[in-house]
């Protein structure tokens, strides 16, 4: 009897304490919501560091803009100071452009993204999935992919460690469109496509941009996904005045800040917690590193001042201890760097274009590859086989192979054939003054991959060319040019100018062999050259000067080896720069006036070391050493300017110097160059340059030496280095001062 009685008495106990359990009032559920507003959103990262400081718990997020950027990956588990890092290290003049990684490019591409300011594909009619915008933004795509990894996949986003929504705007009817479910880079991409920047997201029948249109601060999401207190963080400016709006920026910034009050103050009335962060003095596009320090730090010190609100909103929430911290929670996934293929597909690319990329990179299911190589991959579709765009993406951990390791599914993704891709470049200098240049490039939809070259440059040096380059073999391009180029250029002795020479040059180019693989490039070719002199103005008898042009026609056989690993094309920190050519010069295929051909050897060789993140060092050794009776006028060598080859193709920069400057035939010389930069964009150089001249080898120690030195200035911008240069030189004896204004061509 006691014995039934105990066994009562515990089974009532059990039930009262789960009576008890169930009548346990459950805690309330917090929503923290991010406002769109492009780089100024930047300041949720210092809002959401404070919001962890008091130790409120996030059970919902949502965001628009750059606010559901902030907040998908915040939804991921990483928290405010992962995020705070990831931002940092970005280079977002790359991530919002569609150029390609500089590691992953031939030279040939790095030369033509680091010489046009503009361009555009002419589509003559066609219409394209990725069009209507100015960046497509297959840069974005592969940072989100990476950044949101493991969770790239369809999901349904409840099942995120905090569950979270953003908002686009269909264009089609004008209605907003939530996303809570799908792939949450797509859904991140789509919520910040502003119209007529970044090309929309298309999904069906709808073309998807920028959520901030129709709902640039989504509380009313937040709510009907369950949320009983909104902590929100809007980056949004106060209104202008009339007499605000008074500049072509400040009109579309109105016209966008209109567009966005859509529900803004209906949400921000049902919001407990609104922190409006103070971002004066800041736009859209401030993704400067200076920028977004100040901006996160302008986050922090607006929701500090909630601080109070904050901890009351925790004891409403029955959170009382002030030192407890409830953490989000951790996603304990890492994207792998290497993984296995269980599954490979290629999405819009033909049969024959898929079996070339498998060939070539030697992929086969069951492989390891990692993220580098898929990078190459994506790189070769865009480059060899002329896809506009070309991406990948893994999928799942489906395939279980032999050895017990599972296999990811990897989908690579190719965007239209390019069309006709024209760009535009302009420049100013004090020398050339202004100059223009224009390239068409147009891929033949042939067996064999081709591709014709058009270029036109109008200035002191006009210049027409047309390049045809195929593409037989993996990494093998050979290449057929011909060019048509009027110079006319003032030449310098000793710092006086002593003739102007104006001049055609025709010129036919054949490189059977043009090896290119990342950095690394080889041609070995011929060439066929007439000059054509038209006039010179002689101002005095020039002492180097032993023979005056006559027109002349020459046969030249040429070897060529390029490598550049440096990070910048204008202002590198770290890597290396070779260049070594050989040309032998006749005029008859075997001989120059009836003697042995001329013989040209040139190099160069250049090092980055990064001393600290703000001082580069560079030491650089060059020359150019002629062999044969009396070199022709035109090829001779001569120095000044900034860089190899800008006014003549054979001349060597020297600092101190500006103007092109006769030298004799042997010339060796060595530069070491400071580079400090102040800011990330904001660059001074200062250059100390020796060099040795001479008629004959045997010559060139005997000869004084020649020192330059300079001191400039530059300002690097998305048109290129915007400076100027003033130096000295002992061969000139005087001040020089340069100005470059755009990129090199």
């Given at each position: 009897m006691m014995k039934k009685f105990l066994i009562i008495l515990v089974a009532s106990l059990c039930l009262a304490q789960v009576a008890l359990a169930q009548e346990a009032p459950k805690r309330k559920r917090v929503a923290v919501v991010l406002s769109g507003g492009g780089a100024k959103g930047m300041a949720h990262i210092g809002a959401l560091k404070v919001i962890e400081r008091a130790g409120i718990p996030i059970d919902i997020i949502t965001g628009t803009s750059m606010g559901s950027i902030i907040g998908g990956l915040y939804a991921c588990g990483n928290r405010s100071a992962?995020?705070?890092?990831?931002?940092?290290?970005?280079?977002?003049?790359?991530?919002?452009?569609?150029?390609?990684?500089?590691?992953?490019?031939?030279?040939?591409?790095?030369?033509?993204?680091?010489?046009?300011?503009?361009?555009?594909?002419?589509?003559?009619?066609?219409?394209?999935?990725?069009?209507?915008?100015?960046?497509?933004?297959?840069?974005?795509?592969?940072?989100?992919?990476?950044?949101?990894?493991?969770?790239?996949?369809?999901?349904?986003?409840?099942?995120l460690p905090i569950p979270f929504a953003c908002v686009a705007t269909n264009i089609v009817d004008n209605t907003e469109y939530d996303f809570h479910s799908g792939v949450l880079s797509v859904a991140m991409r789509a919520s910040m496509s502003i119209p007529g920047a970044f090309s929309p997201i298309r999904m069906g029948d709808m073309v998807l941009v920028d959520g901030g249109l129709r709902n640039n601060f989504p509380a009313d999401i937040a709510r009907e996904m369950g949320a009983d207190y909104i902590i929100g963080v809007t980056v949004q400016g106060k209104e202008k005045t009339a007499d605000e709006i008074g500049s072509t920026g400040a009109v579309i910034s109105q016209i966008i800040d209109v567009n966005c009050k859509n529900k803004y103050e209906d949400n921000l009335a049902i919001t407990d917690i609104p922190i409006r962060v103070n971002t004066t003095g800041y736009g859209s596009a401030s993704f400067t590193h200076a920028a977004i320090d100040t901006l996160i730090r302008r986050g922090e010190e607006e929701a500090m001042r909630h601080w109070d609100e904050l901890l009351a909103l925790k004891a409403k929430l029955g959170i009382s201890d002030p030192k407890k911290r409830i953490l989000i929670k951790h996603n304990p996934l890492v994207p792998p760097t290497k993984f296995k293929i269980g599954a490979l597909n290629f999405v819009n690319m033909s049969k024959g274009d898929e079996l070339f990329i498998r060939n070539k990179f030697n992929l086969e299911e069951g492989d390891s590859i990692d993220t580098n190589r898929a990078e190459l991959i994506t790189t070769s579709m865009r480059l060899d086989l002329f896809y506009k765009s070309a991406d990948y993406r893994v999928e799942g951990h489906a395939v279980n192979f032999e050895d017990g390791t599972t296999g990811a599914k990897i989908i690579f993704t190719a965007g239209p054939k390019k069309t006709n891709a024209v760009s535009v470049g302009i420049r100013f200098d004090n020398e050339e003054k202004v100059a223009l240049q224009a390239n068409a490039a147009i891929p033949l939809r042939t067996q064999m991959p081709m591709e014709l070259d058009f270029t036109v440059r109008l200035g002191?040096?006009?210049?027409g060319k047309v390049d045809w380059g195929f593409h037989p073999m993996s990494f093998i391009r050979p290449t057929v040019s011909y060019s048509f180029t009027h110079n006319d250029i003032d030449i310098y002795e000793y710092g006086k100018k002593s003739y102007n020479i104006t001049y055609n040059q025709h010129r036919l180019h054949v490189a059977?062999?043009?090896?290119?693989?990342?950095?690394?490039?080889?041609?070995?070719?011929?060439?066929?050259?007439?000059?054509?002199?038209?006039?010179?103005?002689?101002?005095?008898?020039?002492?180097?000067?032993?023979?005056?042009?006559?027109?002349?026609?020459?046969?030249?056989?040429?070897?060529?080896?390029?490598?550049?690993?440096?990070?910048?094309?204008?202002?590198?920190?770290?890597?290396?720069?070779?260049?070594?050519?050989?040309?032998?010069?006749?005029?008859?295929?075997?001989?120059?006036?009836?003697?042995?051909?001329?013989?040209?050897?040139?190099?160069?060789?250049?090092?980055?070391?990064?001393?600290?993140?703000?001082?580069?060092?560079?030491?650089?050794?060059?020359?150019?050493?002629l062999f044969g009776e009396n070199p022709p006028f035109i090829i001779s060598n001569y120095v000044g300017g900034q860089w190899f080859g800008h006014y003549m193709e054979q001349q060597t920069p020297f600092a101190g110097i500006t103007n092109v400057e006769q030298a004799w035939d042997k010339l060796l010389a060595a530069q070491l160059q400071a580079q400090v930069n102040l800011t990330q964009n904001n660059i001074v150089l200062l250059r100390l340059a020796a060099g040795q001249n001479a008629d004959e080898m045997k010559e060139l120690l005997d000869q004084s030496t020649m020192i330059g030195t300079s001191l400039g200035y530059y300002y690097n911008t998305m048109f290129g280095p915007l400076g100027a240069t003033v130096g000295y030189c002992s061969i000139t004896k005087k001040l020089s001062f340069f100005i470059n204004l755009g990129f090199v061509f």
């Open positions: 992962k995020l705070d890092s990831m931002v940092r290290v970005q280079d977002w003049a790359y991530v919002l452009s569609d150029k390609d990684d500089l590691s992953h490019q031939s030279l040939q591409e790095r030369e033509r993204q680091n010489t046009y300011i503009i361009t555009t594909s002419l589509n003559l009619g066609k219409k394209t999935a990725d069009g209507g915008g100015f960046v497509i933004g297959k840069n974005i795509n592969t940072l989100f992919n990476a950044l949101t990894a493991p969770y790239n996949d369809s999901i349904d986003f409840n099942t002191k040096r006009t210049m059977p062999l043009n090896f290119n693989v990342r950095n690394f490039n080889i041609s070995i070719g011929a060439e066929w050259d007439y000059y054509d002199f038209r006039n010179l103005l002689v101002d005095r008898l020039p002492e180097h000067q032993r023979n005056f042009p006559d027109n002349r026609h020459f046969f030249s056989y040429i070897g060529h080896v390029d490598y550049n690993s440096e990070n910048e094309w204008y202002f590198p920190t770290r890597g290396a720069k070779f260049k070594a050519r050989f040309a032998y010069v006749t005029d008859n295929f075997v001989e120059l006036k009836d003697a042995v051909g001329l013989r040209e050897y040139a190099a160069m060789w250049r090092m980055s070391f990064p001393l600290s993140r703000y001082l580069t060092i560079q030491p650089m050794l060059y020359g150019r050493l």
